[in-house]
């Protein structure tokens, strides 16, 4: 089962990261793509990573700040998250689908999320 994890409660400018993994299957053959959900919002994409790790993508609110990576193993993708802020406060959802894309529709598995949370 897909899941993220790393999520926690931290200040502002602070770093966290996140973890998407799926016990016993290597993603090497997916592309992976984060979002987040924050409360009382729809869900936003903030970035993707080409299975191959060789091409990223990201959401302009993230950029500069959050970086996107495969481990050499292929079976876990991160999101390192530095200079947090409070608006970065959600819950954040990793996906896999054959090829990175911001659409949520192009995503086939979804996994259970971890909550962010960025005190002012």
């Known amino acids: 089962q897909l899941q993220a994890s790393g999520g926690g409660l931290v200040q502002t400018g602070e770093s966290l990261r996140l973890s998407c993994s799926a016990p016993?299957?290597?993603?090497?053959?997916?592309?992976v793509g984060w979002y987040r959900q924050a409360p009382g919002q729809a869900h936003e994409w903030i970035s993707c990573?080409?299975?191959?790790?060789?091409?990223?993508l990201y959401a302009n609110s993230v950029k500069g700040r959050f970086t996107i990576s495969r481990d050499d193993a292929e079976t876990t993708v991160y999101l390192q998250m530095n200079s947090l802020k409070p608006e970065d406060t959600a819950v954040y959802y990793c996906?896999?689908?054959?090829?990175?894309?911001?659409?949520?529709?192009?995503?086939?598995?979804w996994g259970q999320g971890t909550l962010v949370t960025v005190s002012s």
């Open positions: 996906a896999l689908g054959s090829k990175r894309a911001q659409d949520p529709n192009m995503y086939d598995y």
């Open positions: 016993g299957i290597t993603l090497g053959s997916s592309a």
């Open positions: 990573i080409s299975s191959s790790g060789s091409g990223t």
